[in-house]
């Protein structure tokens, strides 16, 4: 079984944070959604002259249906990050993923349980894997908003995710904004749970509305763009294997990564899009 996102320690210094458990049963069954376009080349005279090519791979979700498009995700039913024994307990739940409101909503509510918190959350993660190409989500992280446009604040005690991971981290690359420090996005790759590069970015109230996070994966490189901003290049401990889409909100009840937990405030973090595009 995959280990998951039980560490409790920021991306600079914590020991792995992996996904999701469930990721291991996705192989066998897998179905994604491929535009391929056969392209001709003609000669002056309209003829086709046989040399072809084929439009990039595109996987893209607006998540405007009202329901989760289960050719393309699967909403985790699992353990989540941030478990610490008699302190905090976290889980992920279907009912928990929400799509009622034009866009993908992922939930988190933190209750006082018998052994410590209980943090429930939200998370989706994509049936089959992706690998070198342009991963783009426009997405709201955690607050307090019960609607996608309206006021919110940020609270302490959450993670929001958006990332790539398969194999124990032997290919992740994150996207991640802790309720601790809600105006840092950090960016982290893994090749795995000990070998990976990060940098951080300041992002003013993330919380307050809808960002362009996008990330280019080549072969030896990761470029980072914030709003279609250039933000960061890693070059070290870049990664190589296909690897599944995921999207997550998880609680914490930590001095450090993720902050103190914050009780019965439920937090909500919107997306209004996905798109890969892969290489060519």
């Avoid at 920021?10 to 192989?27: D, E, F, V, Y």
């Avoid at 376009?37 to 990039?56: H, I, K, R, Y």
């Avoid at 709003?227 to 190589?240: C, L, Y």
Wanted: hydrophobic letters at 35%; a positive charge.
């Amino acid at each position: 079984m995959l280990a998951r996102r039980l560490f409790d320690e920021p991306p600079h210094c914590r020991s792995n944070i992996a996904g999701s458990m469930t990721i291991h049963k996705l192989a066998a069954t897998g179905v994604a959604v491929f535009l391929l376009a056969p392209l001709f080349a003609w000669s002056q005279n309209g003829d086709n002259v046989n040399v072809t090519a084929t439009s990039p791979t595109v996987f893209s979700d607006s998540f405007n249906t009202g329901r989760l498009d289960t050719s393309k995700w699967m909403a985790s039913n699992s353990p989540a990050p941030g478990n610490i024994s008699g302190v905090n307990y976290g889980s992920f739940i279907p009912a928990n993923v929400d799509l009622s409101k034009g866009m993908l909503c992922l939930k988190l509510q933190q209750q006082q349980g018998p052994t410590g918190v209980q943090s429930v959350g939200a998370e989706i993660q994509s049936i089959t894997t992706f690998g070198y190409g342009t991963y783009e989500w426009v997405m709201r992280v955690s607050s307090t908003s019960p609607s996608p446009t309206g006021a919110g604040s940020v609270v302490s005690g959450q993670v929001s995710g958006a990332f790539t991971f398969v194999n124990n981290s032997q290919t992740e690359i994150d996207f991640e904004v802790e309720g601790q420090n809600p105006n840092t996005l950090w960016l982290t790759n893994w090749i795995s749970v000990t070998q990976k590069q990060y940098s951080n970015v300041v992002v003013p109230s993330p919380q307050n509305g809808f960002h362009h996070f996008k990330f280019i994966w080549a072969p030896g490189k990761i470029d980072f763009y914030l709003d279609g901003k250039f933000v960061s290049r890693h070059t070290a401990n870049v990664p190589k294997a296909p690897a599944y889409i995921l999207i997550n909100h998880w609680g914490t009840n930590s001095k450090g990564w993720g902050g103190k937990a914050t009780l019965g405030v439920q937090r909500y973090l919107y997306i209004s899009s996905f798109k890969y595009t892969g290489p060519g």
